[in-house]
């Protein structure tokens, strides 16, 4: 059985009118879903302006999964240093708890913010090589859209996409077989 | 009434990139003349290395003096940053937009100067790296967790490493665009630093929460650091500095401070790079109001310090206090720190034509920073110079030439820095001022037409 290659093709758009207009067209008349494509802009819109998939993702995790480690750090940090050198001072326990617990909330709290940064990397797909299909014309303000087909569908997607307006339409390379 | 001129895309990609991509011949004099303000500092701590910590006025028991007031000051400006970025944002108020990312950058510069100050106070700075970490494996010596000396270190480098993760993290969008609009060289350098940024819904959802998020998780760190910077002094027994109010009084200090060399940077930027369609006198008037707020939370603070200090009758403490307000030259610069630091700028403040004129928002934010920084001088000097009882020895406190190149210099390396930051990436982020495009709105209320935004 010969399966069809699959080609992504980069409409620019130059509203988001335009960009939702012609996705909504590219549903009905090409059957491309949510799944087929990516919208690409030069800021942040509110989710769903373009009939997008909500984002899932599991961000949150991370900041957790960093304030214990960071925490487990700050903690050994402190009881081991004291451990290490028992000083007592007027009878006093060796291990000073409440002095520990600055350090070992900085430590949770770097923990935490180094984690997240991590996650929202991971979580946005970065770093990622190459920038793939993309046109310089979408950080002025030019909504891109890139739509990922079997190559048959290529013709109906680029007649859709320029009918809606679309300034151009760039054809990636075909991929699979 | 706010102003809100109708930008395109491809206008705020120029203008906010023009200084980043080319290069005025300005610049060169500007960094020429940072350069020679940074270099009396540099100057002042290579003589200082040489010649030994002697070249300093300090002598037994004023031990800490213009380093001390100078740390104190620089983590005070560092917390504008926060303050405006992180707060600001999860407000969701539409006037951060221009100002949030001057007010990180200034956080970093200003922290990493404050930094080198106890590394320069040693003498021997290249060996204060013992004190911060574990060492010695031979002898077994640790630092002392129990001291607020080391705390320091562990609250500085948290909130610097966050603060300037967060910088890159929000700016990632920006340096794509630089990426875009650039060639050569420059192409490869935002490329890189851009990580393949392509714009795409899920990206942009998890740079909304990104600001959410670091904001929720810096705040806290930037409460803890002048809390602990506060406890250097709190947790001493020097009298005059043993308050319970200390650490929001810093606090409240420091983002006095901060929000003041907020609105200096801003009316400074907007004059470089003749930013006025992005900095407008709604901005410096948003500014302004914060700042009486900040600044009578700050006079409430120093009231409750005062009255503390004298509600007791103390004697050591109604001395130092009596040496602050009537004995020379403390009482001349206690006048000077009230004048500044509170009875004429938050009058001033209160005026909506001084708010909205950017001249007027430069002097009364510098006033403020004048005073702040006096403020520290003030509470520290006078306490240590006050003789204890069974004290041998002491003496006054004179400034010398080199801690006066020191604190000149550590101006010039936090301009430059910011500087520098300018011509390498956009002072003004981007995708912000592009999203208040999407989002702004024309509301016709009666006759007139009023500036809106669509809020999610």
């Keep these: 059985m010969v399966v069809a290659q699959r080609q992504s093709l980069l409409g620019i758009f130059p509203t988001a009118e335009a960009a939702a207009e012609a996705l909504d067209e590219l549903g009905e008349k090409a059957g491309i879903t949510p799944d087929d494509f990516d919208v690409l802009t030069s800021s942040p819109y509110p989710e769903g302006a373009f009939g997008e998939k909500p984002v899932a993702h599991r961000l949150y995790i991370f900041p957790i999964a960093g304030a214990l480690c960071g925490f487990s750090v700050g903690l050994l940090l402190t009881v081991g240093t004291q451990m290490a050198y028992p000083l007592i001072t007027h009878g006093k326990p060796v291990i000073a708890i409440p002095a520990m617990l600055i350090v070992m909330y900085e430590g949770t709290m770097l923990g935490a913010i180094l984690f997240t940064i991590l996650g929202i990397l991971f979580e946005s797909r970065l770093p990622s090589f190459g920038v793939g299909l993309y046109d310089p014309r979408i950080s002025e303000g030019y909504v891109g859209v890139v739509v990922s087909t079997t190559s048959d569908k290529v013709p109906v997607v680029e007649r859709v996409m320029r009918d809606a307006g679309a300034a151009d339409v760039v054809a990636g390379p075909p991929r699979g077989s | ?329 403390f009482n001349a610069l206690f006048v000077i720190f009230l004048l500044t630091a509170y009875i004429l700028p938050v009058p001033l403040l209160m005026m909506r034509s001084v708010r909205r004129s950017v001249t007027m928002m430069f002097l009364t934010s510098v006033l403020i920073n004048i005073g702040m920084w006096l403020e520290r001088y003030i509470l520290i000097v006078p306490a240590l110079q006050y003789k204890q009882v069974l004290q041998f020895s002491w003496s006054t406190y004179q400034p010398q030439l080199p801690e006066w190149g020191l604190v000149i210099g550590s101006f010039g390396l936090v301009a430059l820095g910011v500087f520098l930051f300018a011509k390498i990436f956009p002072i003004i982020p981007i995708y912000e001022q592009k999203e208040s495009q999407v989002f702004a709105a024309e509301v016709k209320v009666g006759k007139v037409t009023v500036p809106g935004v669509i809020r999610e």
Aim: hydrophobic fraction near 55%; avoid cysteine.
């Design chain 2, 1 to 329: 009434m706010q102003e809100r001129p109708v930008l395109s895309d491809r206008q705020i990609n120029r203008e906010l990139l023009d200084f980043v991509l080319h290069t005025p011949i300005w610049f060169w004099g500007v960094l020429m003349l940072l350069g020679l303000v940074f270099g009396a500092g540099f100057v002042a701590v290579v003589y200082l290395i040489a010649t030994g910590v002697g070249v300093w006025g300090e002598n037994w028991p004023v031990m800490w003096a213009f380093e001390i007031t100078n740390f104190v000051f620089w983590v005070g400006i560092s917390h504008a940053g926060v303050m405006i970025s992180a707060i600001l944002r999860l407000t969701q108020a539409e006037w951060r937009r221009p100002v949030t990312r001057a007010a990180e950058v200034l956080t970093v510069f200003a922290l990493a100067t404050a930094a080198l100050h106890p590394a320069v106070h040693v003498g021997r700075f290249w060996r204060v790296i013992y004190w911060v970490f574990p060492y010695d494996f031979f002898r077994g010596i640790w630092p002392n967790v129990r001291s607020p000396l080391i705390w320091d270190p562990s609250a500085i480098f948290t909130y610097l490493t966050g603060s300037s993760l967060f910088i890159y993290s929000v700016l990632i969008p920006d340096l794509a665009v630089a990426r875009d609009r650039s060639t050569g060289w420059r192409r490869t350098f935002y490329g890189i630093l851009a990580l393949g940024w392509r714009g795409n819904p899920r990206q942009w959802r998890l740079q909304t929460l990104a600001g959410i998020l670091l904001s929720g998780l810096i705040l806290p760190v930037f409460v803890s650091v002048h809390s602990i910077v506060s406890f250097d002094f709190a947790m001493a027994l020097v009298p005059g500095w043993h308050s319970t109010v200390f650490a929001p009084y810093f606090v409240i200090g420091a983002v006095w401070s901060g929000v003041a060399a907020v609105a200096t940077l801003m009316a400074i930027l907007r004059f470089m790079f003749k930013l006025h369609n992005y900095i407008r006198p709604d901005h410096f008037d948003a500014l302004g109001r914060l700042l009486l707020v900040v600044g009578n939370a700050w006079f409430y603070f120093f009231l409750l310090d005062f009255i503390f200090g004298l509600y007791a009758r103390e004697e050591t403490e109604v001395k130092i206090w009596q040496a602050r307000i009537f004995e020379w030259p």
